[in-house]
């Protein structure tokens, strides 16, 4: 017997005309752009805001219902790194979190960060910031398909939905913003994968072999304390075993004793609530996911869900906390928890620069002047997580200072119409663990925006864009490019210091500190003509270097400047003394009578 409605066997062509919407819901959307940004996370959104920003018509194709990645979809609502560095969209966007509860101090909530929220309130704070932008639109519940490229150029993307609809987006340019460079085998654009043996980086840190490892990756859970009569533990989950979570509260961190009790106040949130994130014998997982299809790789990501569960069980059951239970006002999944996993690396581009750990810790004795070239910063030690993963090499928690990220880092070797952003920008394996952070990778992803929406303005490829207008729209936008500890935003004279530590003439001192590493520049400091004219000839040559350690005097600093420029000026004034020079007024009379941040650099940090 048929099993046919009155509609399902009747040819498509009389479907129509009984009913036209059937056939066009099988029709793709399509929308032109002029920069698409490929997933709202931590980079993807601030990607989408600073492109708007900046005059684009930016749309940002999400697959959760929320925007912001890291902090809100995948649940990890406590920031690593940074706080010293309160710059650009970071900046902004932490404001309005520590706005949002009342001040900074009910956002120190867990001694693993010095801000802590809420996933959710960080989606709306998000949300927010695009719903401003007029040129900012973002459509939600959509994944990447496949990549739209007219010979090396990708001019756009097709994505689906759930119920396999597609959704066509043409572009001048796309910005990749997923967690794991999900677009690049599509694109064509070359990438590594795992761990770089040692011989091919030079980094003491890195192992002896290379391998296909990434870090560890979590699906977080948030839990709510219910109260002290409250009972919510879950059902006990398959295959649960609570000699898998034996250790998880007894080890040591920096000196202090973790009982259960401190582990838990790790992440805890305001409104007392708690981020389940921890490696060591907890809900850390290690999956190679990352070249899976996706529907592969959602079924083994269940495996992480899974871990994740056990683990909530063991604190509930095992620990005693049965009052904490999964958080029901926080992500509305079927099983609580957060809507995607949190990766910590997946494919890594291999772009037009390439930054390693000895790039960070040694920037002025590399062969390439990556610093130069720096988009956005971060202070966080090299961190990965490999404990759940017995092949993998003990590595991580190299000491290092703060540090910038090069643009070249976001440019692909040979595809154009592409930026990439997030953690799959162009970086060995070692220093991943640093710049994946949630703060550095959403100063990447503003970056982004802002290479894409003068890529579109220039008509140019984003491999011909000026490194110099770059960086001057995110300092005109209080974004550092270099990662300055004691200059910060508010300083009058931030952007000129930023422009001449960019240039290499008065370089800086890096130190490893704690957890929140430093970079100086000094600026009351004063300078001896040995170090002023080896900076200075590195700009120029026609710069005599004079070697004398005798501290350098605002006239002779004048003299030397106004030798090489094309702005031959005579001093008026008791100000041109002979007395030293601070490294600040040195930094400003560099900035009035040479301009050597005008000077175009190409993406090794050397001049033309």
């Known amino acids: 017997m048929s099993r046919c409605s009155i509609f399902s066997c009747v040819p498509l062509f009389l479907l129509a005309l009984l009913d036209p919407s059937a056939v066009a819901a099988k029709k793709p959307k399509e929308r032109i752009v002029e920069v698409l940004v490929i997933g709202g996370t931590t980079s993807g959104t601030s990607a989408g805001i600073a492109s708007a920003r900046a005059g684009a018509k930016t749309l940002i194709v999400e697959e959760s219902p929320w925007l912001g990645g890291m902090f809100s979809a995948q649940g990890v609502g406590a920031v690593d790194g940074n706080e010293n560095l309160p710059s650009g969209l970071w900046k902004e966007f932490r404001e309005k979190i520590v706005m949002h509860y009342g001040g900074e101090a009910r956002v120190r909530t867990g001694w693993v960060s010095n801000t802590l929220f809420e996933p959710h309130v960080a989606d709306s704070v998000f949300k927010a910031m695009a719903a401003a932008e007029r040129d900012l639109t973002v459509v939600y519940g959509y994944h990447l398909y496949s990549i739209l490229k007219e010979g090396k150029k990708i001019s756009g993307a097709i994505f689906r939905n759930e119920r396999k609809e597609q959704l066509i987006v043409r572009a001048k340019i796309t910005i990749d913003a997923t967690d794991i460079g999900e677009s690049l085998k599509m694109a064509g654009a070359a990438y590594r994968l795992g761990m770089d043996a040692r011989d091919q980086t030079h980094e003491k840190g890195a192992p002896d072999q290379a391998n296909d490892i990434v870090q560890d990756l979590t699906w977080v859970a948030i839990l709510k304390d219910y109260g002290s009569g409250a009972d919510r533990t879950i059902p006990k989950p398959r295959d649960y075993k609570a000699a898998e979570f034996h250790g998880c509260c007894s080890e040591t961190v920096d000196k202090i004793k973790i009982d259960c009790d401190y582990m838990l106040q790790y992440g805890r949130m305001p409104k007392n609530k708690y981020m389940i994130n921890w490696p060591k014998y907890g809900n850390d ?219 290499g003439i008065l370089k800086t001192k890096g130190e490893s500190w704690k957890w929140a590493n430093r970079t100086w520049f000094y600026p009351d400091s004063n300078i001896t003509v040995a170090e002023f004219t080896e900076g200075l000839h590195s700009f120029d040559s026609r710069a005599e270097v004079v070697v004398q350690q005798r501290l350098l005097t605002m006239r002779e600093a004048f003299s030397m400047i106004t030798s090489i420029s094309d702005h031959k000026v005579t001093p008026v004034g008791l100000e041109y003394s002979d007395e030293p020079i601070s490294k600040r007024k040195l930094a400003l009379l560099l900035i009035d009578f040479l301009n050597p941040f005008a000077k175009e650099i190409n993406h090794q940090g050397k001049y033309y």
Request: net charge neutral; glycine share 6%; no cysteine.
């Open 285 to 503: 997982i290690y999956l190679q996911v990352v070249e899976m299809s996706r529907s592969k790789r959602n079924k083994a990501l269940k495996k992480a869900k899974e871990q994740t569960l056990r683990f909530v069980y063991y604190i509930q059951d095992e620990l005693g906390f049965k009052h904490l239970g999964l958080a029901d006002d926080e992500f509305d999944t079927a099983d609580l928890l957060a809507y995607k996993p949190y990766h910590r690396e997946g494919r890594r581009l291999r772009g037009i620069s390439y930054l390693t750990y000895n790039d960070v810790e040694n920037p002025y004795q590399q062969e390439e002047y990556l610093y130069k070239t720096g988009i956005s910063v971060g202070d966080y030690p090299v961190d990965h997580h490999h404990d759940k993963n017995p092949a993998a090499p003990k590595v991580g928690f190299d000491p290092v200072p703060s540090f910038n990220i090069p643009l070249g880092a976001l440019i692909p070797e040979t595809i154009d119409g592409l930026i990439v952003s997030d953690k799959a920008i162009s970086v060995s394996n070692l220093i991943n663990g640093s710049t994946r952070l949630q703060p550095v990778v959403l100063l990447t992803g503003q970056a982004a925006g802002t290479l894409a929406a003068l890529a579109v303005k220039e008509n140019k490829e984003p491999r011909e864009v000026s490194i110099r207008m770059v960086q001057s729209s995110l300092l005109k936008n209080k974004a550092y490019i270099m990662p300055l500890y004691d200059v910060p935003v508010l300083d009058p004279d931030f952007e000129s210091i930023q422009k001449i530590t960019a240039t």
